[in-house]
């Protein structure tokens, strides 16, 4: 039976009703998110109120990108290939690839676990199979490879600055969104000069920077030396975030204590 090729699926299935942004929506999941931080399904769901038509203007603009056409082509499942640390082990001791084993076995997570986080959010929604999202499921595979490229941690801090970092790769204002409300949510929890908006808005001016990550075959990435994967890529030293613990450690401020994330 012959298999429908990635780049002849549509830009976007027919029948799907343009999305409206909805702010009241995404204020009530984001008020879930701050109650439990690990409910990570809300995230999913203030991406898409405020998405409007991001989704498919970020694939779009996948498209014309010099290795779209290729990736498509290859059509790599990420979550297995992400998950298969055997394999990636075997890759040089300085590659990105040991690098991101490292750092998903320290926090104990998977890709595949961030997919069924995905699902629960999407569950009884109808698969649309198409290019818009066949392009986001990528973005969304590509998120704890973020971590480990941008040198951002999975403390409060470093996700927010990870998403502003994201909001810039491939634009959706339900990224920023929660970047900045859980920066202000940071914010409220103490009153030093710690500069948490800064360290946001730097990760915004490094994003943009950057060559756009998912534009790139990630496999050929994942063999390179880390450093060189982000020379290549053009990302930049995250001072801010640093600056940032430092202040938290001279301070007494556990950053992983923040937005309930020790508990």
Known sequence: MMTTRISDLPLLAA???????????????????IADKEDTAQVFHIVEALAGNAFV???????KSPNAQHIMDRN????????????LRRLPADSLGQAYVHFMEKEGLTAAGLVAEFDRYGE????RNDLTEWY???MRDSHDLFHVLTGYGRDALGEQCLLGFTYSQNPNLGVLFIAYGGGFEMK??????????GAIRQGQKLGKAAKRIAYHDIEKLL??????????????EPTLYHQAHERFEAEGINPYDLLGQAA
Request: aromatic fraction near 10%.
């Open 15 to 33: 029948g799907t009703k343009a999305r409206r942004i909805n702010p009241a929506k995404a204020w009530r999941h984001f008020r879930n998110l």
């Open 57 to 63: 203007r970020n694939a779009k603009n996948f498209l």
């Open 76 to 87: 790599l499942y990420l979550p297995d290939m992400l998950d298969d640390h055997d394999a």
């Open 124 to 127: 009884g929604m109808e698969k």
């Open 136 to 138: 986001g499921n990528r």
């Open 188 to 197: 409220k929890e103490f009153s030093t000069k710690i500069p948490v908006f």
């Open 223 to 236: 063999a390179m030396p880390l450093a060189d994967v982000r020379a290549f890529l053009n990302i930049g």
